[in-house]
């Protein structure tokens, strides 16, 4: 039985398992119709960690089980729910290091360091927890799920070209090889230029419209998430001598963002296309 690590990161925003007022059931109903289905269950060994602002650490425990959730790393209170033996670096450190690749005319995004960060945080409880798996995926814990996740990975299975499957800056299921450049990313962010870019690729991995509208305006999107994100992926491709096309694929209407409008009191979707 194969075994896969599920980190997911970022804030809880309206997760039901958040402690926030304004949730729903959207997107835990879309982890048990589209994730964690029962022949997801009895196909792979899966451990889950989690890094986030905030979460009901109760009700996490019990809607992923306690013998899955292998560790929490809550944002808001800098605690761990199990020990950690492994060195991980607060955030302003990690800031200040990606200031210092920063080109002074480029908007600065520290929303991408924010995000990042907690991919590195919850990557770190990983190491720490000191077991080898066959397929790690991330997903933001404010997003529905909307196809099913066990096709994608025998997508990966049955390919043996593609390393990583993505669906812009929100969600990907991969190698560990590849993840490790994923969920590290925060060590090099800010240091992926646009100028010194000539990457190739045909498919929409990214929409190619929107990647090349964003690299016209170097000034606005050289520092992006999403854009430090595919650069990386795109470098970790040159050096392999990998083809960017086989190598990542890029997925339609995965995961949907659900938020929620005050003003007008509905839960919102924002569809992700590539």
């Not at 590849?178 to 990457?199: A, D, P, R, T, V």
Request: some cysteine; overall charge negative.
């Amino acid at each position: 039985m194969k075994k896969v690590a599920i980190l997911f990161t970022g804030e809880s925003r309206t997760n039901s398992l958040s402690n926030n007022i304004y949730t729903n059931e959207m997107i835990t109903d879309s982890y048990k119709k589209y994730f964690f289905t029962d022949s997801f269950r009895h196909s792979y060994d899966y451990d889950i960690f989690i890094c986030t602002d905030d979460i009901n650490i109760e009700k996490t425990l019990k809607f992923f089980g306690n013998v899955r959730v292998k560790n929490i790393y809550l944002m808001s209170t800098q605690k761990h729910l199990y020990p950690v033996n492994k060195e991980i670096h607060n955030f302003d450190f990690l800031l200040n290091n990606c200031k210092k690749m920063h080109i002074e005319e480029h908007k600065f995004h520290e929303n991408g360091v924010h995000q990042f960060y907690k991919c590195y945080v919850a990557y770190s409880i990983l190491s720490n927890y000191n077991q080898e798996y066959d397929y790690i995926i991330r997903s933001r814990l404010d997003v529905e799920i909307m196809h099913d996740v066990q096709t994608q990975i025998e997508t990966l299975e049955k390919n043996d070209s593609a390393k990583i499957i993505a669906a812009w800056d929100t969600f990907a299921i991969g190698n560990p090889d590849i993840m490790n450049e994923y969920l590290s990313i925060i060590n090099k962010f800010g240091s992926f230029n646009f100028s010194k870019s000539n990457h190739v690729f045909t498919r929409n991995i990214i929409s190619i419209e929107k990647y090349n509208v964003m690299k016209r305006n170097k000034r606005e999107w050289t520092y992006s998430p999403e854009i430090q994100l595919f650069e990386c992926l795109f470098e970790y491709c040159a050096k392999y001598n990998y083809v960017i096309d086989d190598t990542i694929i890029g997925v339609n209407d995965m995961i949907s963002i659900i938020r929620y409008d005050e003003k007008n009191k509905v839960f919102t979707k924002q569809i992700f296309d590539v």
